[in-house]
């Protein structure tokens, strides 16, 4: 341990912090960065983009590779691959968002609520979130599929319910550590409500590893939600999404015809590699304090 | 711990079925209209007009006794549904783990004690993999090495232990690609940080032999982080394994699962739960186990960090 301790000056406005946040990840988080935005555009506008209807099929041209017009070829129904890929991006990326969204301010509320109040509290959330770890997040959307059908919105739910717990719990320790400063008690002294020094100091303090948190989960729900829509349980066809592309034109493999499947792939891992890294960066400055 | 996990999993599992929209009488009749008379004789025989709590207990007991009900689909014990694919399921999953433990942990530690080339070759080659899902490592694998190459069979389970092995191949390197490299990573990373520590370099300064130095001053330090990222990758396995056995067409219990959940036959979808529940239970029990033999510290009292 050296005796010096490093002084971060934080900006003070939102968009200079999330900059500075970026900056620090290198220039490997902000290819990843880049990635990332080229993806949320096309999963925006994607249907717009998209040079042919995605649902159109044509079976004379069925498995048809690549032509001038159609540069990924068609697939088992004969439908323009790239429109499809192109249009099935929005269900891929606001899938993974939703369930962000839901589990990481669920998991905030949790984390900072067992750090506040300590004691007893702490306690009961603690034990109650390791019981909850009992339950795998596939296995949770999978049996809310056969409970409520199948859909994204019920698995996006159960793997919202599934993720808190993890979020919960590093949060809860980061929360932990940022309640027993002294800034925290000055306040409590100045006569500042618990509600305004958790919102206006507490939760800001601990917002880069927040962000960083809500990064990694965004690839993990990712892999997760495609697996259930691969798996029949998640969107359904004819809509286009990535997952139920590689499902649908499994069989191509076997005949030689496997691009349709691993175009879908590639576009999965793409932004997966991108999300991973960016989060793992983050949260490696989060902890070193950095940003 | 355990049996609390295991109790509100059980939990979840009867009632979220138990909230299903249908009516169980609809379901044992397949859809006909009953006599009254029949009717109170199934809802006596399965408890129907019980209190929800009582008609819990009722299952639980049931379960703990091996009954699982009957499959609607098939008319038959779920239990003797679920013995008859659990071994295709627990050989995917060990035959995955062991590939992790070997490869994940050797090519961790490799990397961890050698920086260079390896090093920075084995950290691009595993963030590429950890991002890479299972049904997609699936696709490429069948892809390369059952189409192209053809040393693999693609799909199916096998007859034999020889051509077990030899089906179970590509399931096993599929379930096994994103773990293997979140496992080398961590191995990796925690090598690197016990080999900074202060007591190693004096060691080291010391002249103490450097194989003395890994074994006795590395190895048992970074023992702990590589148990954990091990125990709960493994784990994750047990659910995982479900969409790879569906990309294979393996007859186990998850592509089960997958079914029953779209046929909604409930008494199938509750004891596979129940199974593989127990089971993600179990290797997390395993770990805390394996913490007190790395540590002794740990059988003092204390919880691993």
């Known amino acids: ?291 | 711990m355990l049996v609390a996990s295991l109790l509100v999993a059980s939990f979840v599992i009867f009632a979220a079925l138990y909230l299903a929209p249908g009516n169980p009488l609809a379901a044992l009749s397949g859809g006909r209209s009953l006599p009254p008379a029949s009717i109170a004789v199934l809802e006596q025989r399965y408890h129907l007009n019980e209190p929800f709590l009582a008609q819990y207990w009722y299952w639980l007991d049931n379960a703990l006794h091996g009954n699982l009900g009957i499959s609607i689909t098939l008319r038959e014990n779920v239990s003797t549904l679920i013995a008859s694919r659990i071994w295709t399921t627990a050989g995917l999953v060990l035959y995955a783990a062991l590939i992790i433990l070997v490869l994940g942990i050797g090519i961790g530690l490799v990397s961890g004690l050698r920086p260079g080339v390896l090093d920075t070759g084995t950290l691009v080659t595993t963030a590429v993999s950890a991002a890479i899902p299972a049904f997609v490592a699936a696709i490429v694998l069948i892809l390369l090495f059952a189409v192209k190459l053809g040393w693999f069979p693609a799909l199916g389970n096998g007859t034999d232990l020889l051509s077990n092995i030899r089906h179970f191949t590509l399931p096993a390197v599929a379930l096994a690609t994103a773990s293997l490299a979140i496992v080398a990573r961590v191995t990796r990373a925690s090598v690197r940080e016990e080999g900074d520590r202060e007591h190693v370099q004096t060691a080291v300064s010391r002249g103490i032999p450097p194989r003395n130095v890994i074994q006795r001053h590395i190895l048992r330090n970074a023992a702990i982080p590589i148990t954990t990222i091990t125990g709960i990758t493994i784990a994750s396995l047990i659910a995982v394994a479900a969409v790879v056995e569906v990309a294979f067409s393996l007859n186990g219990l998850g592509a089960y699962l997958v079914q029953s959940a779209q046929s909604k036959d409930l008494a199938v979808v509750q004891g596979i739960s129940l199974v593989l529940v127990t089971a993600f239970v179990l290797v997390n029990l395993l770990v805390d186990v394996m913490y007190a033999v790395l540590d002794p510290r740990v059988a003092l009292g204390s919880r691993a960090q």
């Open chain 1, 1 to 291: 341990m050296s005796a010096a301790v490093p002084v971060t000056v934080r900006s003070t406005t939102r968009g200079s912090r999330a900059v500075g946040m970026l900056r620090a990840t290198g220039p490997a988080g902000i290819a990843s960065a880049i990635v990332i935005a080229v993806a949320t555009f096309v999963a925006l506008f994607g249907p717009l983009l998209a040079p042919y209807p995605p649902d159109l099929p044509n079976l004379s041209l069925a498995w048809v590779g690549p032509t001038g017009g159609h540069l990924l070829g068609f697939d088992f129904q004969g439908r323009d691959v790239l429109s499809r890929l192109l249009a099935g991006a929005q269900t891929a990326m606001l899938g993974p968002l939703a369930v962000v969204i839901v589990s990481v301010t669920a998991g905030t509320l949790i984390a900072v609520t067992a750090a506040w109040r300590r004691g007893a509290t702490d306690a009961v959330i603690s034990s109650g979130l390791d019981i909850l770890f009992a339950f795998p997040g596939i296995l949770f959307a999978v049996l809310a599929a056969a409970v409520f059908g199948a859909g994204l919105a019920a698995a996006s739910i159960a793997l919202s319910i599934a993720y808190m717990p993890y979020v919960a719990r590093v949060l809860r320790g980061a929360a932990l550590k940022e309640r027993s400063q002294p800034y925290v008690a000055a306040l409590e002294v100045q006569g500042a409500s618990a509600t305004s020094i958790c919102l206006r100091h507490l939760v800001p303090n601990i917002a880069p590893l927040i962000v960083a948190q809500a990064t990694i989960l965004f690839g993990y729900a990712m892999v997760d939600l495609a697996a259930i829509s691969f798996l029949g349980l998640g969107v359904q066809p004819p809509n286009p999404n990535w997952g139920v592309m590689i499902s649908e034109n499994q069989s191509g493999i076997l005949q030689g015809y496997p691009l349709p499947a691993l175009a879908a792939g590639v576009c999965i891992v793409t932004v997966v590699i991108a999300v991973n890294v960016l989060g793992e960066r983050l949260f490696d400055q989060a902890q070193a304090g950095r940003i």
